[in-house]
């Protein structure tokens, strides 16, 4: 199969173009060069909000992966016409191309940041949606576009919900890190590790290859129209998440400091659905997710 990937030089986008090499014929599209450098004759410097661009990369192709996105909540809170402008133009370009292009499956990277604050845990697919920033709505308004196009357009679809995925290929860099990457650099770093509150807020952390997974079994069954959450399942508090490294490093200083304005304190994913429509579950453990960090 032919499979666009876009955000092809992204931590999700460089696993998923890993998977599909083994049986398929994918390409990708990014702002930025891939940082592997197999990757690199694959990825060609296409801007998602140039619907030419996005046409022209589109043709010819099954399936389309839409990990493409502005991925930081804060700089969403920012800038939310800039997040809007990638987020939901982006995507609705990609989708007019996918038509024009007779793309048979849309499959759209979206977020678990469309649920909000959890009114019940584990969330599961029904639980009400009430993001809690720009980042949140723009990824939802972008799942009502590709459900639309579905029904209006006649464009086979399925919504991925990821919760917190992590690996190595996530930019530490980026002053949005997520708390991973951020603990693991302090770690290499020697610097304390900081815990925001009382760090017994929980939250579902899933290895970025197995999204990856998930998505490529998503891509090569016969499944459409179906909105999936993609997590692990279980709940790891960030204590245990110190605890854990600490133990992988031999024993690290950890530090408490104050608690983030508005954080969510609990956010668990049910993935009863996934685990039944793709007969699938994560093979990575947090404990072998955090070794392969170092
Ligand atoms: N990291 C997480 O925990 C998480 C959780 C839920 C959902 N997601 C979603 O998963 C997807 C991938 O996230 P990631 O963590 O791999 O992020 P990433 O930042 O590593 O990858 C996103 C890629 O999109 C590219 N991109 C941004 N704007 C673009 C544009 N205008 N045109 C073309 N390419 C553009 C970036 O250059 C980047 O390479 C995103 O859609 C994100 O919203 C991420």
């Known amino acids: 199969m032919k499979v666009l990937v876009t955000g092809g030089s992204g931590q999700l986008g460089s696993y998923l173009l890993d998977e599909l090499m083994k049986n398929h014929e994918p390409l990708g599209i990014d702002l930025r060069e891939p940082s592997i450098g197999e990757h690199r004759p694959l990825v060609s410097r296409v801007d998602i909000r ?31 016409r800039s997040d809007a402008d990638t987020n939901i133009i982006g995507t609705l370009n990609m989708l007019e191309a996918s038509v024009s292009a007779g793309v048979k499956k849309f499959i759209y990277v979206s977020s678990a940041a469309v649920y909000g604050d959890p009114q019940y845990i584990p969330v599961d697919e029904n639980h009400p949606k009430t993001p809690k920033s720009f980042y949140g709505v723009s990824k939802l308004a972008a799942e009502h576009y590709v459900r639309t196009y579905g029904d209006c357009r006649g464009l086979g679809y399925v919504i991925v919900r990821p919760f917190n995925f992590y690996s190595p290929r996530a930019d530490p860099m980026s002053p949005y890190s997520g708390v991973i990457t951020k603990f693991v650099q302090w770690a290499r770093q020697g610097k304390p590790i900081m815990i925001e509150g009382d760090g017994e807020q929980t939250r579902d952390f899933i290895h970025a290859k197995d999204v990856a997974r998930m998505i490529l079994s998503t891509t090569e069954s016969s499944i459409k129209n179906e909105i999936l959450n993609c997590g692990s399942g279980r709940g790891t508090s960030i204590n245990e998440l110190a605890a854990t490294l600490s133990s992988l490093r031999g024993g690290l200083e950890i530090e408490h400091v104050g608690p983030r304005t508005g954080d969510i304190r609990h956010s668990v994913a049910d993935v009863k659905q996934a685990t039944e429509v793709l007969g699938l579950r994560p093979e990575i453990s947090i404990e072998d997710g955090l070794a392969s960090f170092f």
């Open 50 to 80: 140039d619907l030419i661009g996005a046409k022209k990369a589109c043709e010819g192709m099954n399936v389309v992966i839409h990990a493409a996105a502005q991925v930081s909540v804060e700089k969403s809170v920012l800038d939310p």
